[in-house]
């Protein structure tokens, strides 16, 4: 699941401005021309015995270094650590109000490492960050902003440089994806958008956030937040294996027959679509329920854009209930993209 295009390192000492969405399931960060993605999951690092090369190979810039010790984060923290060592931002077993920050803030660190790929000698880079919080959570923005501002060392195994943060700028999550319609990539206002009221559908791994815009103006009353997203369908479709199987499939495994409908048992085609529309009921129906409390029948809302990695999954019930909804395109990256946008359209006005 993790991406990465590779390109020639910054210069050292240049300015790059950063889209980045720290979602619960998946980090999510943009800059001109990289886009970098990756689990929001890591563990204490472990002695590895074998194949370290090849490791390293298959999941550049997974291996980072801090003040805590090191760390084996993402793809990699999923490949070789067992569950019970695995730490997230959200779940049974995290504590996000006491960790929440710093654990933002090593994935920020792997984030800059990713993309500033190639960097070595302690070159230092500034960067603009914008990023942001679950609405419910905006009351900790200032203490995120504290926490990423300022020098940082990033010590990966793709990269070793000084991170200089010059500027950051925290918003409720929701609007990265009404400024990645209502700005240009530029930064410049989008003449296109001519909607009063915009209202947003964010479709997450573990929440489902609705917030209204009423021309610029964010609607309190009329946005909120629902404990439920693709990992409600993630659980069932792993059930249902582990009932057929008798045996825990890795997470790949869920999240391709989630997507495709399709489980290869010893090689050979099994169709899964039905187990799939019946694990998803629970999404679908949170969703339009959280609607419907919030807007009603929508006839005041002139337009949603549904986005979030599980946009795709629930867009068939959300358009028959609410015709004015239009799917983002690349779904999951709306929110980090619109960052970047407002990033660029505060650049602009200075
Ligand atoms: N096309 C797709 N079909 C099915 N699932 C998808 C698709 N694209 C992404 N996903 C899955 O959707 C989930 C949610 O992705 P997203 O990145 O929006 O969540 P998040 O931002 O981490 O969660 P939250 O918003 O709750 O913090 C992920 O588990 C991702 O793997
Ligand atoms: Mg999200």
Request: proline share 4%; charged share 25%; aromatic share 6%.
């Amino acid at each position: 699941m993790s991406k990465q295009n590779s390109k020639k390192p910054a210069l050292p000492g240049s300015t790059v401005t950063m889209g980045l969405d720290i979602g619960y399931g998946v980090v999510k960060a943009v800059t001109a021309d990289q886009v970098v993605m990756f689990p929001s999951v890591m563990g204490h690092a472990r002695e590895i015995k074998f194949q370290q090369e090849e490791m390293a190979r298959r999941h550049p810039g997974d291996q980072m270094t801090d003040e805590d010790g090191d760390w084996f984060v993402g793809d990699l923290a999923l490949a070789q650590l067992p569950p019970g060592e695995l730490l997230r931002l959200r779940g049974r077993t995290a504590n996000e109000s006491t960790m929440g920050n710093a654990f933002r803030l090593r994935l920020a660190k792997v984030a800059i490492g990713k993309v500033m790929q190639g960097m070595w000698n302690r070159d230092i880079v500034h960067i603009r960050i914008a990023t942001g919080l679950p609405t419910d959570h905006m009351r900790d923005a200032a203490q995120l902003k504290a926490s990423l501002i300022g020098q940082h060392l990033i010590k990966t195994d793709t990269a070793e440089l000084i991170a200089n943060v010059s500027e950051v700028m925290v918003m409720p999550q929701p609007y990265g994806t009404i400024y990645a319609n209502t700005l240009m990539e530029s930064g410049e206002i989008n003449r296109q958008h001519t909607y009063r009221r915009t209202g947003v559908c964010d479709v997450g791994t573990y929440t489902v956030d609705l917030a209204l815009d009423d021309e610029g103006e964010f609607v309190d009353a009329e946005s909120g937040s629902v404990e439920s997203g693709v990992y409600t369908a993630q659980e069932r479709i792993s059930a249902a294996l582990e009932r057929d199987y008798r045996e825990k499939m890795p997470f790949k495994i869920v999240e391709e027959v989630l997507r495709t409908g399709i489980f290869h048992a010893n090689g050979q085609p099994v169709d899964y679509r039905e187990i799939v529309e019946e694990a998803l009921a629970p999404l679908r129906s949170a969703t339009l329920n959280l609607m419907s409390e919030k807007w009603q029948r929508g006839t005041t809302v002139d337009v949603v854009y549904l986005s979030g990695g599980g946009a795709e999954l629930v867009v068939k019930d959300v358009r028959e209930a609410y015709p004015q909804t239009a799917l983002v395109q690349d779904a999951q990256l709306a929110n980090a993209r619109g960052y970047l946008n407002y990033a660029r359209f505060i650049a602009r006005q200075s």
